[in-house]
């Protein structure tokens, strides 16, 4: 297997800026760059950095085409606590991003659709030519998107159920009695596809799984491991989120 590729920066607004000066020359050379992207709090940072270089005048988003990895389900894209409204609000519209070029699975797709949906997901992707550079997160629990501990390494994008630790951390956001139990998301085999996939690990909470992943046995009980099969992973962490690596 690859030997892990990784970067120790002091906080996240430091890591994060080195992967988005990376993004930044990238589409300066590629403008139409395909890019995975995750949700949730790990990239907020990037992404305020992102729309920093466009504001600034050094780069344009506008001809990148994007995947989002997941959105809950069922889930109106206008819902304030969907995951398309976050990109709305924390990349595509502040940094210029053409919105006939975004895709996020979507959250209001009928039942009766949902396969249908996330084969067409799967098809634009491959459409796209694949995702050059895929930014993930990771869970406590090391899952990655909403691919939960022992979904299958093959998996392609699908109506999943929530664990219950995915859906306590969501909980802060959402009434306790509305946290989604379902979130539609791309499989790991969709993921591990990507050219490149780089990994965002902030905190003391994350140490344990970025441990796990990095240096622990490749196992589905851990989605994270499973990048370590990947040729061209690169890890981005704090200090804390590193404090447990041997």
């Not at 590629?30 to 940072?45: A, Q, S, Y």
């Not at 009980?221 to 704090?238: F, I, M, R, T, Y």
Request: net charge negative.
């Amino acid at each position: 297997m690859p030997a892990p590729s990784l970067e120790v920066h002091p906080d996240a607004r430091t890591a994060s800026r080195v992967l988005a000066e990376q993004l930044v020359a990238r589409v300066q050379a590629e403008p139409e760059l395909v890019l995975g992207l995750p949700t949730g709090g790990t990239p907020i940072e990037l992404y305020a950095a992102m729309v920093e270089a466009h504001q600034e005048g050094r780069v344009d988003w506008s001809q990148v085409r994007s995947f989002n990895l997941d959105e809950y389900w069922p889930m109106a894209p206008a819902h304030p606590q969907s995951f398309a409204h976050f990109m709305r609000e924390q990349l595509f519209e502040p940094a210029g991003f053409d919105p006939t070029r975004t895709h996020i699975p979507s959250g209001e797709v009928a039942p009766e659709s949902i396969a249908l949906h996330c084969a067409a997901y799967e098809t634009a992707i491959r459409a796209a030519g694949g995702i050059a550079v895929q930014v993930l997160g990771i869970g406590l629990n090391g899952h990655l998107g909403f691919n939960e501990p022992g979904a299958p390494r093959d998996g392609r994008t699908d109506l999943v159920d929530l664990a219950p630790s995915t859906r306590e951390r969501a909980a802060a956001a959402f009434a306790p009695e509305k946290v989604p139990a379902r979130g539609i998301t791309m499989g790991l085999g969709t993921i591990l596809e990507a050219k490149q996939i780089v990994v965002l690990a902030f905190g003391t909470e994350k140490a344990e799984a970025v441990a796990r992943s990095i240096q622990g046995p490749v196992d589905e009980a851990c989605p994270g491991s499973l990048l370590q099969e990947h040729a061209q992973v690169h890890w981005l962490l704090d200090e804390a989120a590193a404090s447990q690596l041997r």
